[in-house]
């Protein structure tokens, strides 16, 4: 605009002065509280939280219930016994990150399973294809769950608070409300047990499960960081109306997301039946809850577009060593629960706490 | 100016909502280089009239030309596709977002070879690169990391990455809907000088806004809305902003020379 230096510059009169105004106004402020700071790591890494509280965890309830607990073999167990819920949690955790929340994952899981089962125990359908079918089952219930959401613009905390009963009811019908027993299984399909096989490794007794559980976690967080449809489903989540006008077709977006979680679903199912040995409708059916209880541990906004899926897996992890230490340490169950209470409600005012960082 | 091919042509466009009539049979041109800005009062139709050159809603009558090329958008994807670049009063940004990644959003690079095309490695190195690079340019790299979420930024900040994403993928021309709208003093002075370097580099820019100061300081031409169509066009330099405001309320009739046909 101005060639000669020192020319008045084209502006308005009353902004004449702005040339001795402090410039500084539009830099990076720095807060100097160490709480500010603190605020602001976490607010950066979301998942540093679950990560401390997990190390803590394990050195209390090494100190209080000793090597007992702090063994190969215990930690093992513990992941083992996560396993399940940990991926169902990682499926959840694709849901909360667009804002959303899915109340049907177990139902969609243990229905799978029941199909799986059915398929290849009763019908004599090769196991493999059994298992496929689950998996395109499990998809297709989450294609119901998003296409609800999404054409039918219902919130996401109704829909699957219907398809959950919905579910549920199917389960129910297609196993006639009776379990299929492990001898069965493995007679007739024992491949749908293949992730109850382990590893043994010094003490600890690794399960497939396991292993895969961690599997799940890494393929999902390549997707949602590594992957443009990973930054999309973050955008989603974080502002829907500036995703859409950014040019991401959002509701295709959201249909995929609720795809993916009931395909890692049907996942969770075949997984589910090498843990438990057999398939009971009754099973899981507070798997729901504990999956959102995991989310939120893990330090993932239910608010949407922030945290690490990782969170939701040391989340879930954290609840294993309370349950586990806890018993070893000979607390009654009943304390199981209230200190898992306590979690969700410390982990939520937290994030609400880094949400509020001041910019 | 009859000789110049416009950047972007309106003729005759109507649009209706039910009864209403947001545009009517208005007409609309944006000549290469310039600033065109459009002011009115409210509701008489600015923003109608920029969401039919832009896609965001399809007129029922009248035709739109891109260089004198018809087009028929139907959404703003495609006319993102050709080259037109809009910067929304809400910005559109993805607040926990980081600045390079705000700026691809929906048209992200992916790495070259099998990790590109097999497991859809985004390559946030080359995007990082190219946001730091654009940023640069238009003299906004106060910001600490091209990495750092797009919350932590300032008003003005956040303003100038929306702009910076504009500029950087924009081939044909850029609308900004009251882009000072939301802004101090010092930080709408901030982004007008960005409006005006953007202008230097040869992009045309839609402007519309209230505020009559930025629009006859940066302005070469003033498009005056006025009940669903244009009323005038005039150059800020031949009249005094109360007169744009008179004649864009209704108190003083356009200099007949001018009137749009």
């Not at chain 2, 049979?25 to 509701?43: K, Q, R, T, Y």
């Not at chain 2, 920029?50 to 009248?62: E, M, N, S, W």
């Not at chain 2, 519309?208 to 669903?228: C, K, T």
């Amino acid at each position: 605009m101005s060639d000669t230096p020192g020319a008045a510059r084209k502006g308005q009169e009353y902004e004449q002065t702005l040339d001795r105004s402090d410039k500084n106004v539009a830099a990076f402020q720095r807060q100097h509280s160490p709480i500010e700071k603190a605020q602001h790591v976490l607010h950066d890494n979301p998942t540093l939280v679950p990560v401390i509280v997990l190390i803590l965890s394990l050195l209390i309830f090494w100190a209080i219930a000793g090597g007992r607990f702090f063994s190969a073999f215990n930690l093992s167990l513990i992941m083992q016994q996560v396993s399940i819920i940990g991926m169902l949690a990682a499926a959840q955790s694709l849901i909360i990150i667009t804002a959303g929340i899915d109340l049907s994952v177990a139902a969609i899981m243990v229905l799978m399973s029941v199909i799986m089962g059915n398929l290849a125990v009763f019908m004599g359908i090769p196991s493999v294809i059994a298992i496929l079918v689950g998996f395109v089952g499990g998809a297709a219930a989450g294609l119901f769950n998003g296409l609800l959401i999404t054409k039918v613009r219902l919130p996401p905390f109704i829909t699957t608070l219907g398809t959950w009963s919905i579910y549920y009811a199917l389960l129910l019908w297609l196993s006639g409300a009776q379990s299929i027993r492990g001898t069965d299984i493995d007679t007739n399909a024992p491949f749908l047990k293949f992730f109850g096989n382990t590893i043994k490794m010094g003490g600890a007794n690794v399960t497939y499960g396991s292993l895969l559980m961690i599997v799940v976690f890494l393929v999902l967080w390549y997707m949602l960081n590594k992957t443009a449809w990973g930054r999309h489903v973050y955008a989603v989540g974080d502002d829907k109306e500036a995703a859409d006008l950014s040019g991401i077709r959002t509701d295709r977006i959201l249909i995929s997301v609720y795809m993916v979680a009931g395909f890692v679903c049907a996942v969770a199912a075949w997984a589910s039946i090498g843990r438990v040995g057999s398939i009971s409708p009754q099973s899981f059916y507070e798997g729901n809850l504990q999956s959102i209880t995991a989310v939120v541990i893990g330090g993932i906004s239910l608010f949407g577009g922030r945290g690490s899926i990782m969170g939701a897996l040391f989340g879930a992890l954290i609840v294993g060593v309370f349950q586990s230490g806890l018993r070893m340490a000979g607390v009654d169950v009943l304390w199981q629960v209230f200190a898992i209470g306590w979690l969700i409600i410390i982990a939520v005012a937290i994030d609400q706490w880094i949400r509020r960082v001041s910019a | 100016m009859s000789d110049v091919t416009p950047v972007v042509q309106g003729r005759n466009l109507v649009k209706r909502y039910g009864h209403v009539t947001a545009i009517d049979n208005s007409d609309f041109e944006l000549l290469p280089g310039e600033i065109l800005a459009v002011i009115g009062d409210n509701g008489a139709g600015k923003s109608s009239i920029v969401k039919a050159i832009c896609g965001a809603t399809v007129p029922d009558a009248g035709e739109i030309l891109i260089e004198g090329e018809p087009v028929h958008f139907t959404s703003p994807i495609e006319a993102r596709e050709r080259g037109i670049e809009i910067v929304y009063q809400t910005l559109a940004l993805s607040p926990a977002l980081s600045i390079a990644d705000n700026m691809f959003m929906g048209r992200e690079i992916r790495k070259k070879g099998w990790m590109g095309d097999w497991l859809k490695m985004l390559d946030k190195k080359e995007m990082e690169r190219f946001a730091r690079e654009k940023l640069t340019e238009l003299g906004l790299m106060t910001v600490q990391s091209i990495t750092q979420p797009v919350e932590t930024l300032s008003g003005g900040q956040r303003q100038g990455v929306a702009v910076a994403r504009a500029a950087a993928f924009a081939t044909k021309f850029i609308i900004m809907d009251e882009p000072t709208a939301a802004l101090g003093v010092k930080e709408s002075r901030r982004v007008l000088e960005l409006i005006l370097d953007v202008k230097s580099r040869g992009i045309p820019i839609i402007l519309i806004s209230h505020n009559m100061p930025h629009v006859f300081e940066v302005a070469d031409r003033i498009h005056i809305h006025r009940l669903g169509r244009r009323l005038c066009t005039i150059n800020p330099n031949d009249y005094s902003m109360s007169d744009a405001v008179a004649m864009m309320t209704g108190a003083m009739e356009p200099p007949d020379d001018l009137r749009a046909a």
